[in-house]
């Protein structure tokens, strides 16, 4: 491909590793300040995350596996509070320095800057996250280097549904084709190639093994990741 006019990038997974150390121990902090037993260790929390949004996440696991407090009248309004509370505990543990940001994602956005492209995000997470995770990973002011912030709920349907990256596109004033995307998971290319976004995919902790068909490349991590059509110029 030629080189983009912007890079539109994933968080969860492709910034840094947050599953397993930062959403999951933040939603086992709510569950239990909300006197609940639901504990999602490191194994069942990868089956968990192929349902996309912490609220949605939530919501499905009660479904299953307590169907007496999802039959609740107040279900919704306890699915917003346990959400609130997971949010701060993520927070926080991102301002702990807890969530560092995986080889090659500093030096690529390094580049594409000095390159004159375009930054974007598309992630499915809530955007206090995203705003604590730039601030505490890249620089105080990293969240200003990112031209568009698609995050949460600004769209509905959640990934592997596009909507987020047309959202995004459509505030860049670009078509898909002049854009790449960088995403970690089978779910999070399918939303961007539905968007017709040519995307590297950077595998991480819970996608190994996925299905990452359609992928311009697909790469350990970023680090010595080289921008399509950068050096030849
Ligand atoms: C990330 C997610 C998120 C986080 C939780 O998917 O599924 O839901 O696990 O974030 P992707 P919230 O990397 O494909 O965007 O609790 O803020 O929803
Ligand atoms: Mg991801």
């Known amino acids: 491909m030629n080189r983009p006019q ?21 939603f086992n902090q709510a569950f239990a300040e909300h006197g609940l037993d639901w504990h999602w260790d490191a194994e069942s929390y990868g089956r968990l995350l192929d349902i996309t949004g912490g609220k949605e996440r939530i919501r499905h696991y009660a479904e299953r596996q307590a169907p007496a407090i999802a039959a609740r009248p107040d279900f919704d309004d306890l699915v917003k509070k346990l959400h609130a509370a997971k949010t701060a505990h993520y927070v926080r543990r991102v301002e702990q320095g807890k969530l560092p ?8 956005i390094a ?4 390159a004159g492209i375009r930054l974007a995000i598309a992630t499915t997470t809530s955007p206090e996250n995203v705003a604590a995770l730039l601030r505490a990973s890249l620089a105080a002011d990293s969240a200003d280097w990112f031209e568009v912030i698609g995050a949460g709920d ?3 349907a959640k990934k592997p549904a596009p909507d987020i990256y047309h959202w995004v596109l459509a505030r860049l004033g670009l078509p898909a084709s002049a854009c790449l995307a960088i995403e970690d998971s089978a779910n999070g290319l399918r939303a961007a190639l539905g968007a017709g976004i040519p ?19 697909v790469l350990a991590d970023l680090e010595g990741f080289v921008l399509p059509g950068l050096r030849e110029e």
């Open 199 to 217: 995307t590297v995919v950077t595998v991480s902790e819970y996608t190994a093994g996925q299905d990452f068909r359609g992928a311009l490349q």
């Open 101 to 108: 940001l995986r080889p090659g994602v500093a030096e690529l």
């Open 111 to 114: 580049e594409a800057r000095r």
């Open 154 to 156: 600004v769209v509905p």
């Open 6 to 26: 912007a890079i539109i990038f994933d968080v969860d997974g492709t910034l840094a590793e947050t599953e397993r150390d930062g959403h999951r121990p933040a």
